[in-house]
């Protein structure tokens, strides 16, 4: 039987069929339809909602290898409101969600390194929060900025006990390296104390301690391997934010 007369009788057998075989019917040959229906919609809907509901951003800061102690809510509106921020209008973000682990990465590692990269490429991040190791291997692909180009000299002179240095020399001796097609990975320059510009060529003070930031030690852990470092993005679009979130953090006597 043509297939167009088989499609004739079945419709002529659906006009006095029960509701049950119209449903069947229906979902055999119309289900993708529904689902593509639903799925647009559905898209065009969330699409819709963020672009109603989405603040422009003030303020982010990936905190990496970071684990929470308690929510930081309070710590988030305390910042906004030390800072001038209007939270009905824009957004702070603490980004708690990144895990790295250069020794034996995982899929979160993973996945947080791409986002890492994203994001610094589209020039989202703030400010890096995270323990040595991470500091260090960031510092060393020119990731932040040198302090004393942004801080004035009054707080150059009260932070200075507590920065975190690289050596440019030895930061140009491995963009030189990792720029050699040839590269041995097991023959990398040595990475200097960071606490000790003394022993440096060239020390880059380019993060600060936050051990003596009480009130952010009792919101959030970073593990054992040396105090929490916070240190500016190149590339960051509120520069002058992060340093009053430095100020907030080591400073401000009524941080909560």
Do not use: C
């Not at 947080?112 to 400010?127: N, R």
């Not at 000299?153 to 440019?168: K, N, S, T």
């Not at 097609?181 to 040595?190: A, L």
Request: glycine share 2%; aromatic share 12%.
């Amino acid at each position: 039987m043509p297939v167009m007369d088989e499609f004739k009788e079945e419709r002529a057998a659906l006009k006095n069929g029960t509701l049950k075989e119209k449903l069947s019917y229906f979902m055999e040959y119309y289900k993708w339809h529904v689902v593509a229906a639903v799925a647009i919609i559905a898209l065009m809907v969330s699409t819709l909602h963020h672009l109603l509901t989405s603040k422009d951003s003030a303020f982010y800061a990936a905190f990496i290898n970071s684990f929470p102690i308690e929510s930081s809510e309070e710590h988030v509106q305390g910042f906004a409101q030390y800072a001038g921020i209007d939270l009905n209008t824009y957004s702070v973000l603490i980004d708690d969600t990144l895990h790295l682990d250069f020794e034996s990465p995982s899929q979160d590692s993973l996945a947080s390194s791409q986002k890492l990269m994203a994001y610094l490429a589209a020039s989202e991040i703030d400010v890096f929060l995270s323990n040595e190791a991470v500091i260090q291997q960031y510092a060393y692909n020119e990731s932040f900025h040198d302090l004393r180009d942004i801080l004035t000299q009054e707080q150059i002179d009260r932070y200075e006990p507590y920065f975190f240095y690289l050596d440019q020399t030895v930061a140009d001796a491995v963009q030189n390296a990792l720029a050699n097609p040839d590269f041995d990975y097991d023959h990398t320059p040595d990475i200097p104390n960071p606490w000790n510009p003394e022993a440096m060529d060239q020390p880059i003070p380019v993060g600060i301690s936050l051990e003596s930031a009480a009130s952010l030690s009792e919101i959030y852990y970073f593990g054992e391997d040396g105090p929490a470092v916070i240190a500016v993005v190149t590339n960051s679009p509120h520069p002058e934010t992060a340093i009053k979130y430095i100020e907030y953090l080591l400073d401000y006597p009524a941080a909560p």
